[in-house]
């Protein structure tokens, strides 16, 4: 069924899911008459490609109250066949779901994922929750950490792919954002292996502390220096745990951000597209109009309270990243008395273990330079999305 990338539909339901309103793309797309949509589940567009953990999902993501993204692939009345990008939200006494045309390369395998979910479904009778477990760890296999990395990813590209397609300049605030995301998925990685690396070396001064031990007398100089490498490589490991924390809290900010900043940018146009329709008697266009500025509102306003959450988790892991550089500056210095001492006694096992700890500092240490500069780059690109997102709102405004 044939809809363009300019077009952008919404559907209105009541909490149980019945279609209360909708737009004229909605009801021409579906080619049903608007009196056998109206008082009807949404499942009346169902197709039979989609897997039903993908619904779980959703309707476990609203009844909490919270926004998702999803791709569906729809049944138009003739048993034609149209995917969309559903942004579904709750809103007064049910839910809206403003729809877009997919064709990012999320999309391409997204439609990979659900052919195997929908395999693994009739093959093994999955209760749908068993289904959206499945989809989460197949997902988890291609990179997204979350669904909401998913969704978040998916909406960025296919507002850039739909800019792309419709030759219009994306919005300053989602280039910035997909920056952010960029970054804030290298960052993650960065902590991920500075803590493996902490986690793959963390017997080396035990180690050294027991062939002290051995050393008698002679090793006690070792054993010493072996004791204040432990407790500070203890205080490190302590550090990395709250900083990668604070690193994922970073991320599921930025992805929050982006997801309710795209969300508010497609309910903004959706309200200008409803505007410029054509009314039909069916539909009370007053009261649909003040659901969707409603809703624009609210997003817009969430999408701002955001940026001031991520400057702040921005500031808080800036904090951990300095503590742990400057634990690491206070290992090096232990790590080279111990060098000499080691020089000294000419123990091959002792020189072979100090090696160890120069390979965990060296990685520790680069590792850390390279999380502060991207945390800067963050910094930045914040600061900019910020001014630029003062721009937008005033060219949405006016
Ligand atoms: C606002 C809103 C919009 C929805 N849009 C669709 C849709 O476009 N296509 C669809 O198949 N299901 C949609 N659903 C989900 C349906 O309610 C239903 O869960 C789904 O069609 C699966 O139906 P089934 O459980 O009877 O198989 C929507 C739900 C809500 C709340």
């Known amino acids: 069924m044939k809809f363009g990338f300019d077009e952008l539909f919404f559907s209105r339901t009541d909490s149980r899911g019945k279609i209360k309103s909708g737009n004229t793309v909605f009801q021409r797309v579906s080619q049903y008459s608007w009196d056998e949509l109206l008082g009807k589940p949404h499942n009346t567009i169902r197709h039979k490609d ?19 993204g999803a791709y569906v692939k729809n049944s138009s009345k003739n048993g034609q066949y149209y995917w969309v990008y559903a942004i579904v939200t709750p809103i007064e006494n049910g839910y809206l779901s403003v729809r877009l045309k997919p064709s990012s390369a999320v999309f391409e395998g997204a439609q990979e994922q659900y052919q195997a979910l929908l395999q693994a479904e009739s093959d093994g009778d999955l209760t ?25 990813q998916g909406l960025i590209s296919e507002i850039l792919a739909r800019d792309r397609m419709l030759s ?56 010493t220096i072996s004791n204040n ?63 969707l ?13 955001n940026l001031v959450n991520i400057q702040r988790e921005l500031e808080e892991f800036a904090r951990g990243a300095a503590e742990i550089k400057r ?20 123990n091959s096992v002792l020189n072979d273990l100090i090696t160890d700890l120069e390979t965990f500092q060296q990685t520790l240490s680069t590792g850390m330079t390279e999380i502060l500069s991207l945390n800067s780059a963050l910094w930045q690109h914040t600061g900019q999305l910020l001014d630029a997102y003062g721009d937008d709102t005033k060219v949405a405004a006016a």
């Open 50 to 68: 989609m897997p039903r953990g993908v619904f779980w999902l959703l309707w476990d993501q609203i009844r909490k109250g919270l926004p998702i």
């Open 128 to 152: 749908p929750a068993k289904s959206a477990e499945i989809l989460l760890a197949s997902l988890n296999r291609l990179g997204f950490r979350n669904y909401q990395s998913f969704m978040t």
């Open 168 to 223: 219009v300049e994306t919005l300053s605030t989602v280039r910035f954002f997909h920056e952010l995301l960029l970054e804030s998925g290298k960052l993650l990685e960065t902590a991920t292996r500075v803590t493996e690396t902490y986690h793959s070396f963390r017997f080396v001064p035990l180690n050294l502390i027991i062939q002290a031990g051995q050393l008698g007398n002679t090793g006690a100089a070792i054993g």
């Open 229 to 291: 490498y432990s407790l500070l490589a203890e205080e490190i490991r302590l550090g990395l745990d709250g900083f990668f924390e604070a690193a994922k809290k970073v991320s599921d900010t930025i992805c929050e951000g982006a997801f309710l900043l795209s969300t508010s940018i497609i309910q903004q146009e959706i309200a200008e597209v409803f505007a410029g329709e054509a009314k039909t008697s069916e539909i009370d266009h007053a009261c649909e109009m003040a659901h």
């Open 293 to 305: 500025d409603r809703q624009r509102g609210l997003y817009a306003a969430r999408a701002v309270e």
């Open 327 to 346: 634990l690491t500056l206070g290992l090096a210095a232990i790590r080279i008395m111990g060098k000499v001492e080691a020089g000294r006694l000419a």
